[in-house]
């Protein structure tokens, strides 16, 4: 999986549909739980801004509908790379890439930031997904870390279509940390690193054979204000 939502949330007053954030380029390493050819390592764009209500933060996209709390209601849509081929023939076809749409917000707050996002696969799966996730802000000179709790629910569909588990839902916690060092002028060094910890449904798969998933991902960006 990509990196789930690494927070670096550009919360700033309304600026049009000016860009502010960050755009780059970086090398995402995102295996799945089951075993699969090849490593899941590619070369991606980096994105994390807002422009007007549209928004990117890595791999989750979408469009602010309407404000709530400390944040708002947004339109969401995330690119997970969950599809894989597995290693084993006997073990089935080629899994597609998942295509989730759902809901969700984001509140940041003085004591850190909030997401709470559900959605429907309308791919392949047809399975439904959650996410809940706490993040907070440590700045350290030019370095600013961004440790993150969180858990996600995948439903039993689509722990059946990705994991060829019948009849059981997961819910995988997980933690990451975010750091961002600035390189001079408007050029930023990201990365992020995650583990994730399946489930114990997950982990019963003959398709499986880690208890873990380690992401990591580098990028380098500039920043529009």
Not at 24 to 51: C, E, K, S
Not at 62 to 68: E, S
Not at 151 to 164: K, P
Request: hydrophobic share 40%.
């Amino acid at each position: 999986m990509a990196p789930a939502a690494a927070l670096h949330a550009q919360q700033s007053a309304d600026t049009g549909w000016r860009i502010d954030g960050d755009i780059g380029a970086g090398v995402n390493a995102t295996p799945t739980a089951a075993h699969a050819r090849g490593n899941g390592t590619t070369a991606i764009p980096y994105l994390n801004f807002d422009a007007g209500p549209l928004f990117a933060r890595i791999d989750t996209f979408g469009v602010k509908l309407a404000p709530a709390g400390a944040g708002s209601i947004e339109l969401l849509t995330r690119v997970l790379s969950d599809g894989y081929t597995p290693a084993s023939a006997a073990a089935g076809g080629h899994r597609r890439d998942s295509l989730p749409l759902g809901l969700g917000t984001l509140q940041v707050t003085s004591f850190g930031a909030l997401m709470a996002n559900v959605y429907h696969d309308v791919g392949k799966s047809g399975g439904n997904l959650a996410d809940l996730m706490y993040g907070a802000e440590l700045p350290a000179g030019e370095l600013t870390l961004y440790p993150q709790l969180g858990a996600e629910y995948r439903s039993s569909a689509y722990v059946r279509y990705y994991d060829g588990v019948s009849g059981h839902a997961a819910t995988n916690p997980y933690a990451a940390l975010f750091a961002e060092c600035h390189l001079g002028g408007s050029w930023y060094l990201n990365a992020n690193l995650r583990r994730t910890w399946l489930d114990r449904t997950i982990r019963s798969s003959p398709l499986v054979r880690r208890a873990t998933l380690d992401a990591n991902l580098v990028a380098v960006s500039y920043r529009f204000k």
